[in-house]
C-alpha cells in the first residue's frame, strides 16, 4: 500500500489471474480531505490479507466503485468483507454486466453529489455520443487532494504499462517513450474499440491540458504520472488520439 498523498489517497497493485495486463492497481481515496474516515474503493482487486488491514485501519470502507464491466472480477470479495458498503457503477449495459457478478447500489454519477466538493464524476469526450445520457464504457475521476489539487483516475481508457510484451501491444497498453526516459499514458485500443469521435476525444485531453489543478493521472494498468508534467502527458495523450 503506497500513499500518493497524505491522508488522502493511496494505491495498490496486485497481480491479475484473468486475461488483460497481468497488473492492476486499486485507488483508495478518503473524500473532504481526510476530515472523515470514509473510503471509497476504485477498481476493488484482490490483495494480499496484511494489506487489506492496512487498507481498515485507514477508515470505513464505504463504496465499491466498479469502473466498467471488465473490472468487476473480485467486486464479489469485497462486497462480502464490507456487506455494507454501496456498489456504484456506471448505469445502462455496463452495470447490468456487473450486477451479474454483485448486486448494484447506485449509479456512479451520484458519487458527485454525495461527496461534493471532493469528487468530480466526467465523461471522457469522444467515448460516446453526448447526446446519449448512457452507455459510457467508463467514466473518469477527479478526486481534491489535500493540497488542493486534483487526482484524474481512470481503469482502461488511459494506459502506461512499461512492459513491452506480447500483450501489452496486442492491447495497446503499453505507454509512448519520450526522449528523456518518461513514460507517457496513451489512449489503449480497448478504449478505441469504443470510441465515438476521436476529435472529441483529442479536444477532451487538450481540455484537460489546459488546467494547472490537475498534477496526477492514475490508471488501473502501468505507472501512475505525477508532476509538473501532466499538462504536458494530456497534451501527448490528445496528439496520439488524433493520430490515424
Given at each position: 500500500?503506497?500513499?500518493?498523498?497524505?491522508?488522502t489517497l493511496w494505491h495498490v497493485t496486485a497481480k491479475f489471474k484473468g486475461s488483460g495486463p497481468p497488473w492492476r492497481r486499486m485507488i483508495i481515496y478518503r473524500p473532504n480531505c481526510g476530515t472523515k474516515q470514509s473510503l471509497i474503493l476504485l477498481s476493488p482487486v484482490a490483495v494480499p490479507k496484511d494489506v487489506m488491514e492496512e487498507i481498515d485501519k485507514l477508515g470505513k470502507v464505504e463504496v465499491l466503485l466498479i469502473p466498467n464491466a471488465y473490472h468487476r472480477t473480485d467486486a464479489a470479495v469485497f462486497k462480502k468483507r464490507y456487506p455494507y458498503a454501496k456498489v456504484a457503477s456506471p448505469p445502462g449495459w455496463v452495470r447490468k454486466r456487473v450486477a451479474e457478478v454483485?448486486?448494484?447500489?447506485?449509479?456512479a454519477r451520484?458519487?458527485?453529489e454525495i461527496y461534493k466538493g471532493s469528487v468530480k464524476v466526467v465523461r471522457i469526450g469522444g467515448l460516446?455520443?453526448?447526446?446519449?445520457?448512457?452507455?459510457?464504457?467508463?467514466?473518469?475521476?477527479?478526486?481534491l487532494l489535500s493540497d488542493?489539487?486534483?487526482?484524474?483516475?481512470?481503469?482502461?481508457?488511459?494506459?502506461?504499462?512499461r512492459e513491452?510484451?506480447?500483450?501489452?501491444?496486442?492491447?495497446?497498453t503499453s505507454g509512448t517513450v519520450r526522449q528523456d526516459g518518461r513514460i507517457i499514458p496513451r489512449v489503449g485500443r480497448v478504449s478505441k474499440w469504443f470510441m465515438h469521435s476521436r476529435e472529441q476525444?483529442?479536444?477532451?485531453?487538450?481540455?484537460?491540458?489546459?488546467?494547472?489543478?490537475?498534477?496526477?493521472?492514475?490508471?488501473?494498468?502501468?505507472?501512475v504520472y505525477i508532476g509538473d508534467?501532466?499538462?504536458?502527458?494530456?497534451?501527448?495523450?490528445?496528439?496520439?488520439?488524433?493520430?490515424k
Open positions: 500500500l503506497v500513499a500518493l498523498c497524505p491522508s454483485v448486486p448494484v447500489d447506485m449509479d451520484e458519487l458527485a460516446v455520443d453526448n447526446r446519449e445520457q448512457e452507455g459510457d464504457f467508463e467514466y473518469a475521476y477527479e478526486f488542493g489539487t486534483w487526482a484524474y483516475a481512470v481503469t482502461d481508457t488511459l494506459f502506461n504499462c513491452r510484451g506480447f500483450v501489452n501491444w496486442a492491447l495497446g476525444c483529442a479536444k477532451f485531453y487538450r481540455d484537460m491540458a489546459d488546467r494547472d489543478d490537475v498534477k496526477m493521472i492514475l490508471m488501473a494498468h502501468g505507472d508534467g501532466v499538462q504536458d502527458a494530456f497534451r501527448e495523450i490528445a496528439g496520439d488520439v488524433d493520430q
